[in-house]
Nanobody, 125 residues
Framework: QVQLVESGGGLVQAGGSLRLSCAASGSTLRMLHMGWFRQAPGKERELVAAVSWSGSSSYYVDSVKGRFIISRGSAKNTVYLQMNSLKPEDTAVYCC??????????????????WGQGTQVTVSS
């Protein structure tokens, strides 16, 4: 079993930056694709960004391209989401997710095999 623990959420003014971290523990020998979902009140959950287990492949939803950067730590069991130029519409609960790669090098985290507990990101105008 894999456990995902997030950190780094909080309150920031529009235009500011935050960095989210997610550490995987448990069966960390697995090659996991990892990503971040978010859900705002009254809206459906959406995949924001994802990165392959090797770090060679990534995905971003259009609304965050050029502002967010997803990356993996050197030990491969940590994923970061650097969020720059934040907007009020980025306000949401952000959840880390992971999916066994099943031998694929192409990033895919939907549907996730594992979820973190979520961290609140609030961007004030």
């Amino acid at each position: 079993q894999v456990q995902l623990v997030e950190s780094g959420g909080g309150l920031v003014q529009a235009g500011g930056s935050l960095r989210l971290s997610c550490a995987a523990s448990g069966s960390t020998l697995r090659m996991l694709h990892m990503g971040w979902f978010r859900q705002a009140p009254g809206k459906e959950r959406e995949l924001v960004a994802a990165v392959s287990w090797s770090g060679s492949s990534s995905y971003y939803v259009d609304s965050v391209k050029g502002r967010f950067i997803i990356s993996r730590g050197s030990a491969k069991n940590t994923v970061y989401l650097q969020m720059n130029s934040l907007k009020p519409e980025d306000t949401a609960v952000y959840c880390c997710a992971a999916r066994d790669s099943r031998g694929s090098v192409i990033v895919a985290v939907t549907p996730p095999d594992y979820w973190g507990q979520g961290t609140q990101v609030t961007v004030s105008s």
